[in-house]
């Protein structure tokens, strides 16, 4: 089923994103993590993609299809030649998976820019049209920013890009993680004033550990709200700062859900704990059904 007729339903979707393994030490975690929060229901969940271990990502997707019955999205990028993207797509058509998202990717090198591996595939967009061009049928996700990614210079170049992912052929549109809900809210006003109807899904991430948030503010551009810094600097250790990650991404889902978005997408980073906590409120809540 392709997502983008989920994110239509009325009620909001929930879904995880897991991280491909990078050797085999990782895989049993990520075996515990997927099983574990296959039992609570995701609507979909998507792969990330690691050139290295590329085929791994795509035995995951199907094994998460087939085993668990639910729709998993395999993450594609500019890391493959076109031959070789195409050689990856058949694939896909072949063993039934019936999204992609499509990504410009990062380099496999922290720090480094990333090189496209064909000149035909440099940015997102040139991917999501790719698979178009094709004539391939699968429903294709592309990825936004809510705010400035590093490697912008500024917040229009991001929001053009994100343009011309929907005009290329993105179904729908997932937004790297954000803390203040603000930055999201005004991106959709502004994709709705420039005509851009696609679903643009909310990608949320509970604070693990110090250490985790500067790494992947530093990567995303993500500012984080003062009164949270605060409270994770005055945090006696790590599991405090945990459950003020968890506490505060529950404040965050709790209005989005209010404001009627399409679905909320956690990044897990292959933890569990998490993302059960939040779903657990929310649902007491009564904000999403159980």
Not at 122 to 145: E, K
Not at 197 to 219: D, E, N, W
Request: aromatic share 8%.
């Amino acid at each position: 089923m392709r997502i983008v007729e989920m994110l239509s339903r009325p009620r909001p979707s929930v879904s995880f994103e897991f991280m491909a393994p990078r050797d085999e030490s990782e895989v049993d975690v990520l075996e515990r993590t997927v099983a574990t929060l296959a039992g609570h229901a995701p609507d979909w969940v998507s792969v990330t993609y690691r050139l290295r271990t590329g085929e791994k990502t795509l035995e995951l997707v199907t094994r998460i299809k087939r085993h668990y019955h639910i729709e998993a999205m395999a993450h594609l990028t500019c890391a493959n030649s076109a031959d070789r993207t195409r050689q990856i797509l058949n694939w896909m058509e072949r063993e039934g998976i019936a999204n992609v998202l499509a990504l410009r990717g990062d380099s496999q090198n922290p720090g480094e820019r990333f090189t496209p591996a064909d000149p035909q595939l440099t940015h997102g967009s040139d991917l999501v049209a790719f698979v178009r061009r094709n004539g391939y049928r699968f429903g294709i996700g592309a990825a936004c920013s809510a705010e400035k990614h590093p490697e912008s210079p500024d917040l229009d170049h991001e929001f053009r890009y994100m343009k011309l992912k929907v005009e290329a052929g993105a179904d729908f549109l997932i937004t790297q993680l954000f803390f203040d809900n603000r930055f999201y809210f005004d991106l959709v006003a502004r994709a709705r004033a420039a005509g851009i109807t696609v679903p643009i899904v909310p990608g949320l991430m509970p604070v693990p550990s110090r250490r985790s948030l500067a790494v992947m503010t530093a990567m995303s551009g993500a500012t984080v709200p003062v009164s949270l810094q605060a409270a994770i600097d005055r945090a006696p250790d790590e599991e405090a700062v945990r459950n003020i990650g968890v506490g505060h991404c529950i404040a965050q889902c709790a209005e989005l859900l209010e404001a009627g978005v399409p679905g909320l997408h956690f990044y897990t980073f292959n933890r569990a704990r998490g993302p059960i906590e939040i779903l657990s409120a929310l649902r007491g809540q009564q904000l999403l059904a159980s």
